[in-house]
């Protein structure tokens, strides 16, 4: 199998995404005693990190077909959570694509609103990603669209390398030799990418993953030794949910390999981050794209003296919602 290479999608992808920055955040370096840099992924385009890997792939695949001669997709297709399909839906309508977003029953509204809004055909139907991914494959097949899957992809996992390549560069030039890099962690495309694009850039940070406590596939996959199922429960962090995949072929391989350390949070953690987010860093946030500052916040002891980034990797959520775990009427 191909490997995901971070050189060619940083060069691919950078007149389709921006390169966004590293701030340092003032309060949680107080916190910490330490130096905390923030990563704004969600300022791309499309709200989040996964508009790198969906430009990746859908571009490389056009690169091979027309090396082969060939016409290249005639269209897209997606299963996702959310972020996932609208980067998806962003890059077929750049190139001129029909594309179809495949979305369990739990995806909220606002994002279903978006993917809408992009042009996708969606068909919201099952309890679970996973009831999702085996629609998506079945009507690829059927249609003839091409499939980007979500996370476990050579071209997937370069695209989010990229966010990686860019903190460990971003950071050396700072003269920061970083500690950790927090990175919310779900299929595992992310801290796949993040670690093999921080390697990439010389770094030799750890790589600590952060997740919801309850439902998250990976976390009892790497308890398991394997990808099991796990059943899907709510959460503010909805971007984190979702299975691995029985017949997974890359992520958890080499989130095993590359993880150095699993965090686990409870939603009143994860609130925090996204109030924490909005107040402090004026930075909107989903619960996803929050739980790196929301493993600060709950035990800074952890990171006390050291030198990290965190990894903000979306703000598709409401303003409203986050005001109201703010407290606000």
Same mark, same amino acid.
């Given at each position: 199998?191909?490997?995901?290479?971070?050189?060619?999608? $940083?060069?691919?992808?950078?007149?389709?995404?921006?390169?966004?920055?590293?701030?340092? +955040?003032?309060?949680?370096?107080?916190?910490? &005693?330490?130096?905390?840099?923030?990563? !704004?992924?969600?300022?791309? /385009? $499309?709200?989040?990190?996964?508009?790198?890997?969906? @430009?990746?792939?859908?571009?490389?695949?056009?690169e091979r077909a027309a090396a082969a001669g060939d016409a290249g997709p005639q269209g897209l297709a997606a299963v996702s959570t959310g972020n996932h399909g609208r980067a998806v839906a962003h890059m077929a309508r750049a190139l001129d694509l029909p594309v179809e977003?495949?979305?369990?029953?739990?995806?909220?509204?606002?994002?279903?609103?978006?993917?809408?809004?992009? &042009? *996708?055909?969606?068909?919201?139907?099952?309890?679970?990603?996973?009831?999702?991914?085996?629609?998506?494959?079945? %009507?690829?097949?059927?249609?003839?669209?091409?499939?980007?899957?979500? =996370?476990?992809?050579?071209?997937?996992?370069?695209?989010?390398?990229?966010?990686?390549? /860019?903190?460990?560069?971003?950071? @050396?030039?700072?003269? /920061?030799?970083?500690? *950790?890099?927090?990175?919310?962690?779900s299929g595992g495309g992310l801290l796949a990418g993040v670690a093999l694009g921080l390697r990439l850039a010389g770094s030799a940070a750890r790589v600590i993953g952060v997740a919801m406590r309850g439902g998250s596939a990976m976390a009892a996959s790497l308890a398991?030794?394997?990808?099991?199922?796990?059943?899907?429960?709510?959460?503010?962090?909805?971007?984190?949910?979702?299975?691995?995949?029985?017949?997974?072929? !890359? $992520? =958890?391989?080499?989130? +095993?390999?590359?993880?150095?350390?699993? #965090?686990?949070?409870?939603?009143?953690?994860?609130? /925090?981050?996204?109030? =924490?987010? !909005?107040?402090?860093?004026?930075?909107?946030?989903?619960?996803?794209?929050?739980?790196?500052? %929301?493993? #600060?916040?709950?035990?800074?002891?952890? =990171?006390?003296?050291?030198?990290?980034?965190?990894?903000?990797?979306?703000?598709?959520?409401?303003?409203?919602?986050?005001?109201? !775990?703010? &407290?606000?009427?």
């Amino acid at each position: 199998m191909r490997q995901p290479d971070i050189e060619a999608a $940083t060069a691919r992808v950078a007149p389709h995404v921006r390169r966004t920055p590293l701030n340092r +955040s003032a309060d949680l370096s107080k916190l910490t &005693g330490g130096e905390v840099l923030l990563k !704004l992924e969600n300022l791309q /385009e $499309t709200g989040s990190f996964k508009l790198r890997g969906a @430009a990746n792939a859908v571009l490389a695949v056009e690169e091979r077909a027309a090396a082969a001669g060939d016409a290249g997709p005639q269209g897209l297709a997606a299963v996702s959570t959310g972020n996932h399909g609208r980067a998806v839906a962003h890059m077929a309508r750049a190139l001129d694509l029909p594309v179809e977003v495949f979305v369990s029953r739990h995806v909220p509204e606002d994002k279903l609103a978006a993917l809408r809004e992009l &042009g *996708a055909t969606l068909h919201v139907g099952g309890d679970s990603q996973d009831e999702a991914e085996e629609s998506a494959a079945a %009507a690829s097949v059927e249609s003839g669209l091409h499939l980007v899957h979500p =996370f476990d992809d050579p071209d997937v996992i370069a695209g989010q390398g990229t966010v990686g390549h /860019e903190i460990g560069l971003d950071a @050396a030039a700072a003269g /920061e030799e970083l500690d *950790a890099v927090l990175v919310p962690l779900s299929g595992g495309g992310l801290l796949a990418g993040v670690a093999l694009g921080l390697r990439l850039a010389g770094s030799a940070a750890r790589v600590i993953g952060v997740a919801m406590r309850g439902g998250s596939a990976m976390a009892a996959s790497l308890a398991a030794g394997e990808p099991v199922p796990v059943a899907e429960v709510p959460t503010l962090a909805d971007s984190l949910q979702g299975g691995l995949g029985l017949d997974n072929r !890359l $992520t =958890f391989r080499l989130v +095993s390999e590359l993880l150095d350390e699993l #965090i686990l949070l409870d939603e009143h953690a994860i609130a /925090e981050g996204m109030v =924490f987010a !909005l107040q402090r860093e004026e930075q909107l946030l989903e619960g996803a794209g929050a739980v790196g500052i %929301a493993a #600060i916040l709950d035990a800074p002891e952890r =990171f006390a003296g050291q030198r990290l980034a965190v990894v903000l990797s979306g703000g598709n959520v409401p303003l409203a919602r986050v005001q109201r !775990l703010a &407290g606000f009427p």
